[in-house]
């Protein structure tokens, strides 16, 4: 018999927000994404392994990790 299995990780957009940077200090729009790591069992995704949520720059670029509960406050616009 013969499996196929792996992870797979989906980056998803989940909004827009207009904040201060935590590295450059300029007031810029910082983009929200969810990276969803999954195992999947011949190429279908079955079982969640790990959810990440980040925030990163448009200005300087720099991204940093976010707790969910701060990604779910935040107004997304």
């Known amino acids: 018999m013969f499996f196929i299995f792996g992870l797979r990780t ?5 909004g827009v927000v207009q904040q201060v940077c935590r590295h450059c200090g300029n007031h810029a729009a910082q983009v929200i994404t969810r990276r969803s790591t999954k195992f999947s069992l011949f190429f279908v ?3 969640p392994i790990r959810t990440r ?3 990163q720059c448009t200005f300087c670029g ?3 990790e976010i707790s969910k509960s701060d990604a ?3 107004p997304v616009g």
């Open 10 to 14: 989906k980056v998803d957009r989940v």
């Open 45 to 47: 995704p079955l079982i």
């Open 53 to 55: 949520y980040a925030s």
């Open 62 to 64: 720099a991204q940093y």
């Open 72 to 74: 779910e406050r935040l």
